[in-house]
């Protein structure tokens, strides 16, 4: 499985491993707001 991943994220594991999870917050938090936006309405 790791081979696999290295052979088409190569680039991005190790330090660009932080960028997807930095996405991966931002993303959800901005969900979190929308949807409770959406309910308050």
């Known amino acids: 499985m790791m081979n696999h991943a290295n052979g ?3 680039g991005w ?3 660009g491993m932080w960028f997807w999870t930095v996405i991966g917050v ?3 938090v901005l969900l979190v707001v929308v949807i409770s936006k ?3 309405k």
């Open 38 to 40: 959406l309910l308050n």
């Open 8 to 10: 088409w994220m190569g």
């Open 13 to 15: 594991t190790g330090g």
């Open 26 to 28: 931002l993303v959800v």
